[in-house]
């Protein structure tokens, strides 16, 4: 079992920075993939950022080069810089193992979310 706690959401103007973090309870194995997603109303649960135990990185299109996911030991965070009014969402950490897969249907353990509101 794993459980995951995020933490580090709030509010701020559009072009602020925030980070979130995530920390990973229990064995994520050899090979995972850990990552956040965004509760969209629209799309489901959007997939936002990942990294998997190869190191890879994947970003969604709408926040390369503004958000960066990072691991260090068991916390997973999340650097969102230049942030767009579109960004507000409930922000949801998610982990998968024995894969290093990282689409939604591959995550089996989900965190409660953290809300990140951006005002413009």
């Known amino acids: 079992q794993l459980q995951l706690v995020e933490s580090g959401g709030g509010s701020v103007q559009a072009g602020g920075s925030l980070s979130l973090s995530c920390v990973v309870s229990?064995?994520?194995?050899?090979?995972?993939?850990v990552g956040w997603f965004r509760r969209s109303t629209v799309k489901g649960r959007e997939a936002v950022a990942a990294?998997?135990?190869?190191?890879d990185t994947t970003y969604a299109e709408s926040v390369k080069g503004r958000f960066t996911i990072s691991k260090v030991s068991n916390t997973l965070s999340l650097q969102m810089d230049s942030l767009k009014a579109e960004d507000s969402d409930i922000y949801l950490c998610?982990?998968?193992?024995?894969?290093?897969?990282?689409?939604?249907?591959?995550?089996?353990?989900w965190g409660q979310g953290t809300q990140v509101t951006v005002s413009s």
């Open positions: 990294i998997n135990s190869n190191g």
């Open positions: 229990g064995n994520l194995y050899s090979r995972y993939c």
């Open positions: 998610a982990a998968t193992r024995m894969t290093s897969g990282c689409s939604r249907s591959a995550m089996g353990y």
